[in-house]
């Protein structure tokens, strides 16, 4: 799995011109899934986010946690994390999982931030869907987790 994450003050994600989902400060995180990906890779890349140090302290230093701040998270469907551009100039996204394997693999994430943040600190996007994503990045922090260097 590939995760970029941006911190954010606020995030929202539109489809058809309808807000779907949104966070206010915590991750908007852009999810893109691999064949080889499994619910363990799953599980595995969500410990690495919650617990993740990025938010700034009483000093200013990244020394906090989403659950530290009490943060929120958007996340995103996004195959094109996968993308090849090795050959051409056209992307090859022939890295990304299938359909169902992505869909399952996306819920299941999804799920597990339910769990561990309570459900109405999490939104989504909609898998598939053309979507507009709208956000504050703070900082600016941006991160890239790849489970294959975890």
Same mark, same amino acid.
């Given at each position: &799995?590939? /995760?970029?994450?941006? %911190?954010?003050?606020?995030?929202?994600?539109?489809? #058809?011109? @309808?807000?779907? =989902?949104?966070?206010?400060?915590?991750?908007?995180?852009?999810? =893109?899934?691999?064949?080889? !990906? *499994?619910?363990?890779?799953?599980?595995?890349?969500?410990?690495?986010?919650? #617990?993740?140090?990025?938010?700034?302290? +009483?000093?200013?230093?990244? #020394? @906090?946690?989403?659950? !530290?701040? +009490?943060?929120?998270?958007?996340?995103?469907?996004?195959?094109?994390? $996968?993308?090849?551009?090795?050959?051409? #100039? @056209?992307?090859?996204?022939?890295?990304?999982?299938?359909?169902?394997?992505?869909?399952?693999?996306?819920? $299941? %994430?999804? +799920?597990? /931030?339910?769990? !561990?943040? =309570?459900?109405?600190?999490?939104?989504?996007? %909609?898998?598939?869907?053309? &979507?507009? %994503?709208?956000?504050?990045?703070? =900082?600016?922090? *941006?991160?890239?987790? !790849?489970?294959?260097?975890?």
């Amino acid at each position: &799995m590939r /995760a970029l994450l941006q %911190v954010v003050s606020k995030a929202q994600v539109s489809v #058809n011109h @309808r807000v779907v =989902g949104a966070c206010s400060c915590g991750f908007c995180i852009f999810l =893109g899934v691999e064949p080889a !990906d *499994t619910k363990a890779t799953a599980d595995k890349l969500w410990h690495k986010i919650s #617990n993740l140090r990025v938010f700034p302290d +009483e000093t200013g230093k990244l #020394n @906090r946690s989403l659950h !530290d701040i +009490e943060g929120q998270v958007l996340i995103i469907s996004q195959f094109t994390l $996968y993308a090849s551009v090795k050959h051409g #100039n @056209r992307p090859s996204f022939t890295e990304a999982a299938g359909h169902t394997q992505a869909t399952e693999l996306y819920d $299941y %994430v999804c +799920e597990l /931030a339910r769990k !561990d943040l =309570g459900a109405g600190n999490v939104g989504t996007g %909609v898998f598939g869907a053309d &979507m507009s %994503v709208e956000l504050a990045n703070e =900082g600016p922090c *941006t991160i890239w987790i !790849d489970t294959d260097q975890l």
